[in-house]
């Protein structure tokens, strides 16, 4: 049920976006002609992200046949990389949205290819200036290429500044709060073994981090 409760989310999130995206295309032709700025864009982002929070709850058959139900909460830093490509709209001089994907880390040994779509609102009315600008996301992505129902749910916002290059480059000093929920695998301490997936009941964990990236945006 999982798929299906994301499926219905990223269609509910779309839905106010499409319609922003409608009233711009009413514009007059002459505004269109106009325009300092691509309709489309494209571009790649690269971040550190710094995690600092961490709750996690598992629950499964250990090797002696017992039940077992373990929650912890970590604050311990640990650090990770991401990379994402992105493909999008400017729907007007001040508003984007985009579809990101990539490869991403989540966790000591969690990885994610996420999927999610950003709005991307910008100051300032001169596309061609740099801009200071804010942003939201959310989306899910899956952990596991062997189990590829195993998604999780990932979401952040943010802001940076954007340095004009010139009318179709940017580029982008982004700083954001980043959520994720995701189903780890759960490490069975007394026989040193990740617990397999018959025995496993229950593995969620929420992870809270702080990304600090460069993006360029064409």
């Known amino acids: 049920m999982r798929w299906k409760t994301f499926i219905s989310f990223l269609v509910l999130l779309v839905l106010p976006f499409s319609a922003i995206w409608a009233g711009e295309r009413d ?7 106009a325009r300092q700025y ?40 640990f650090s990770n990389g991401q990379f994402l490509v992105h493909g999008g709209v400017n729907v007007s001089r001040n508003v984007n949205i985009s579809i990101y994907t990539g490869y991403s880390g989540i966790y000591r040994g969690e990885r994610m290819v996420p999927v999610s779509l950003r709005f991307t609102w910008l100051s300032g009315t001169d596309p061609l200036k740099n801009r200071w600008m804010a942003f939201c996301s959310a989306g899910g992505g899956i952990n ?3 189990d590829p129902w195993n998604l999780s749910a990932e979401g952040r916002i943010g802001g940076g500044y954007r340095f004009s290059l010139n009318r179709s480059v940017k580029l982008d000093v982004l700083l954001a709060f980043q959520e994720c929920y995701t189903h780890p695998r759960a490490y069975e301490s007394d026989v040193g073994n990740y617990v397999p997936a018959e025995r496993l009941r229950r593995n969620d964990a929420y992870i809270s981090a702080v990304t600090i990236g460069l993006a360029l945006t064409f």
Do not use: C, K, M, Q
């Not at 600092?52 to 250990?62: C, R, V």
């Open 144 to 146: 596991d290429i062997t």
């Open 27 to 33: 514009r007059s032709t002459s505004e269109n002609a």
């Open 38 to 77: 691509p309709r489309f864009t494209f571009g790649v982002e690269s971040s550190y992200a710094l995690t600092f929070l961490n709750f996690s709850h598992f629950n499964f058959i250990s090797s002696d046949g017992s039940r077992r139900d373990e929650r912890a909460v970590s604050t311990s830093l």
